[in-house]
């Protein structure tokens, strides 16, 4: 009997895991529609919604740059040196650019939005929380979702896209600086692989794939600083510091797993 009891407890703690893993996501999937659900319930708030786009895409836009950039860059020269073996190095292009398009560009940009906007945004709001500012909205009668998460949500939907597009971009012109100028590739070659190979499906494809990572990022993020101060492991400064924390690995892990599933559905 004892045996099957210590057996039993640690099945036990995997079961309540999984039904607090269950229960957020359920939580969390209630927070997203209340959210996006007061986007469109006047009063709107427009100036608000602007602020966030600055902050999530203007403020981000030298990162996607620079990511962009060397992406593109060690790609075109990865690529160089694994298309020469075959004799086939005048693919490059369509390579780089298919690979940016299709995957690396929605998912980096993810990558460094919660890097540099999504740990802001999980930090600042279980500030809010455990100051007593949020209690406070709700006081003067104003719904903190709507005031706080609707505007950020805007905005990323609005902004995810743009940046993926600055990032494939500037990727496949790192390519182009790699293969190109510095590998001897022809540029006309090059550019016309590009023009070729890509289909408006794969943009598309990489559009869809910015906009639910948008609403990824920013439903985990929000919501991990929203309920900051039910974190079990500490409360105070370390409550934010552990909400932002599972807020960037989370966004991160989620990111890839729903790049997975949108891909299986988009080929």
Request: hydrophobic share 55%; with cysteine; glycine share 10%.
């Amino acid at each position: 009997m004892e045996r099957l009891l210590a057996l039993g407890t640690p099945v036990a703690a995997i079961g309540r895991r999984v039904l607090s893993a269950i229960t957020d996501m359920g939580h969390m999937a209630i927070f997203f529609g209340e959210s996006f659900f007061l986007i469109f319930v006047p009063p709107y708030s427009a100036a608000r919604i602007v602020d966030q786009i600055h902050f999530i895409g203007r403020k981000s836009m030298f990162v996607i740059l620079l990511t962009g950039a060397f992406t593109g860059m060690v790609l075109g020269l990865q690529g160089y040196y694994a298309l020469v073996s075959f004799g086939s190095e005048g693919m490059l292009g369509s390579a780089v650019a298919l690979t940016l398009i299709r995957e690396m560009g929605p998912v980096l940009a993810a990558f460094m939005v919660i890097g540099r906007a999504g740990s802001a945004m999980a930090a600042e709001i279980g500030i809010m929380r455990i100051s007593e500012q949020i209690d406070a909205l709700d006081t003067m009668a104003i719904r903190p979702i709507r005031f706080l998460v609707s505007p950020r949500l805007a905005a990323a939907l609005i902004s995810f896209p743009l940046l993926t597009a600055v990032f494939d971009v500037v990727g496949i012109y790192g390519g182009y600086l790699t293969g190109s100028l510095l590998l001897g590739i022809n540029p006309g070659i090059y550019f016309a692989r590009v023009y070729s190979s890509v289909q408006m499906s794969d943009v598309t494809g990489g559009f869809v794939k910015s906009l639910v990572f948008a609403v990824v990022v920013v439903t985990v993020c929000c919501y991990k600083g929203y309920y900051t101060h039910k974190q079990a492991e500490g409360f105070g400064a370390k409550g934010v510091s552990l909400s932002t924390t599972s807020a960037v690995v989370l966004s991160c892990v989620l990111v890839l797993v729903t790049d997975y599933i949108l891909t299986s559905f988009l080929l």
